[in-house]
């Protein structure tokens, strides 16, 4: 029900959306982009209804979208995107995006091949969960309780694509203990990050409603700033490009968010970051 929404919304503001992208910038022979999209979403949606490639184009880039599972534990996802690295961009040096878990995808990728490291040159990751999901650990401590708490973390499964594995290698001890262990940072790989969190009232800001309860499981914990999805903090890995008010769905889709970045304005900035250190 979630993905029929949010595909019925982009195909409403794709047009619109388009007519605001800047001219191409494109400027010499620059590095294809791979993006890794995050959980719960279909990469088929940054195909044909969100114009994610477009935004890209017009600024200058190549960009592929990888076809990560909906849903899955960390190493699955992270053998299929190897896979799709291979086949998008077969020779050559290139650039990973990801958004939310394709961030841990894509650190997890270049730690575990070393093929794929060997041609990876930057790895940036938009509202990454790098140290733990609190939602995450929300939904595994209360999802077979009684009452709201545990209709709230029903609720919060759906974002994670239904599938409890994928939560419990989300939680904060998996990645604290685990998952930073496993996938630390390659040697000659650089690393950025953005976060993104919803200003207050965050009803006046995100339309989805969805979002603003999974707010408060944040909140609950002592992480306010985030984006409905990812704190802050838990954003930070590498250089910082930067914190931008936004919700999670509308980093890096034509979803309306008031009075924040819009995801052209956030890809942007971090295709100023590539052409500034790779050129």
Same mark, same amino acid.
Request: aromatic share 8%; with cysteine.
């Given at each position: 029900m979630r993905?029929?929404?949010?595909?019925? #919304?982009?195909?409403?503001?794709v047009l619109f959306s388009l007519a605001f992208v800047g001219p191409v910038a494109f400027a010499g022979e620059r590095l294809p982009i791979v993006f890794a999209h995050g959980i719960g979403v279909p990469a088929i949606l940054y195909e044909? #209804?969100? $114009?994610?490639?477009k935004v890209f184009e017009k600024l200058g880039? /190549?960009?592929? #979208?990888?076809?990560? $599972?909906?849903? +899955?534990t960390l190493d699955e996802r992270s053998e299929v995107l190897r896979d799709e690295i291979t086949r998008l961009v077969p020779s050559g040096k290139f650039h990973l995006v990801g958004h939310s878990m394709g961030g841990l995808d894509a650190r997890l990728v270049v730690s575990r091949f070393p093929e794929i490291a060997a041609r990876c040159a930057s790895v940036t990751t938009l509202s990454t969960p790098h140290h733990g999901s609190a939602v995450a650990d929300f939904v595994i401590d209360h999802l077979d309780e009684l009452g709201a708490r545990s209709a709230l973390a029903h609720r919060a499964l759906e974002l994670f694509g239904g599938q409890l594995q994928a939560v419990r290698d989300l939680t904060t001890c998996e990645i604290e203990s685990r998952f930073n262990t496993r996938? +630390?940072? #390659? $040697?000659g790989i650089a690393y950025f990050s953005m976060g993104f969190y919803? $200003?207050?009232p965050i009803e006046r800001h995100s339309l989805v409603p969805l979002l603003w309860a999974v707010h408060h499981i944040l909140e609950d914990v002592g992480q306010p700033h985030n984006d409905g999805f990812v &704190?802050?903090? &838990?954003?930070?890995? +590498? /250089?910082s490009l930067g914190v931008f008010p936004a919700d999670h769905w509308s980093e890096t889709a034509p979803i309306p968010f008031i009075g +924040?970045?819009?995801?052209?304005?956030? &890809?942007?900035?971090?295709? &100023?970051?590539l052409v500034e250190r790779f050129e």
């Open positions: 993905c029929a929404i949010f595909t019925r #919304v982009c195909a409403l503001l044909r #209804v969100v $114009p994610l490639k880039f /190549e960009l592929f #979208v990888a076809h990560t $599972p909906i849903t +899955g996938a +630390g940072d #390659v $040697p919803i $200003p207050e &704190s802050v903090e &838990s954003a930070a890995w +590498g /250089e +924040g970045k819009t995801y052209r304005e956030i &890809s942007q900035r971090l295709v &100023s970051n």
